[in-house]
């Protein structure tokens, strides 16, 4: 298995643009998790889904972080309409099984928002 | 609320040497805990779990303790090598839950 792959690596965009970041989890893993990493906060958790329905996304900042997962191997974040303070590097991460295990964490995504 | 504190600073030692990274945590009792390493411009990596009724585990030059008492890791690696160069994180569940709480991580630098 090639790992969890993210996608794009980095992004770029203008304030008030619309962002979304992809991941493909591990085949097989039913937990998958987006984070969010700067370096005054650390990696913060954003979401949360089990069996591609999402059980808690209480740290998703703002209404203008939605994120989905369609079927086991996709899911998506999107930024709409994104700002300055949102740079960060996002990190997508799936699990085989909550409470224990190890998590494995994708390449992450470098978002710069001007 | 629960917290976790890992020395911000980065530390810096001799190749061959031990390096002794120390994660402390508050408000709550954890079932386990984890170390991760990360690279620059790369996810964290895994390293070890190890549970509450496991006072140490070892894994290679690597080894892990975990006192329930004093809230505190300590993971230690041996024989550094300028390899082991990384940033070092802890990482908590919360209280009854599936959530990660990870500490800022210690960026560790081994010196040829």
């Known amino acids: 298995d090639a790992g969890v792959i993210q996608s794009p690596r980095h992004e770029v965009t203008e304030m008030g643009q619309e962002v979304t970041l992809r991941c493909k989890p591990i085949s097989g893993h039913n937990s998958l998790f987006w984070y969010r990493q700067t370096m005054m906060r650390g990696l913060e958790l954003l979401i949360y889904f089990n069996n591609n329905v999402p059980i808690d996304d209480s740290g998703m900042p703002e209404d203008r972080f939605s994120a989905k997962m369609p079927n086991a191997s996709f899911s998506t974040l999107k930024i709409q309409p994104s700002e300055p303070r949102d740079s960060a590097v996002y990190f997508c991460?799936?699990?085989?099984?909550?409470?224990?295990?190890?998590?494995?964490f994708g390449q992450g995504t470098r978002l710069t928002v001007v | 609320s629960q917290k976790i504190e890992q020395n911000s600073e980065a530390l810096n030692i001799q190749e061959g040497k031990t390096a002794t990274l120390t994660c402390n945590y508050t408000?709550?009792?954890?079932?386990?805990l984890q170390w991760y390493r990360q690279d620059p411009g790369r996810g964290p990596v895994f390293l070890l779990l190890?549970?509450?009724?496991?006072k140490e585990k070892r894994k290679e030059r690597l080894k892990v303790t975990f006192d329930t008492t004093l809230k505190q890791s300590l993971f230690h690696i041996t024989a550094s090598q300028p390899a082991d160069s990384a940033t070092y994180l802890c990482a908590l569940p919360t209280s009854g839950t599936y959530k990660y709480i990870f500490g800022t991580g210690t960026r560790l630098k081994v010196l040829a």
């Open positions: 408000n709550y009792s954890p079932a386990y």
């Open positions: 991460a799936s699990q085989g099984e909550v409470g224990g295990t190890e998590a494995f």
């Open positions: 190890i549970r509450e009724n496991e």
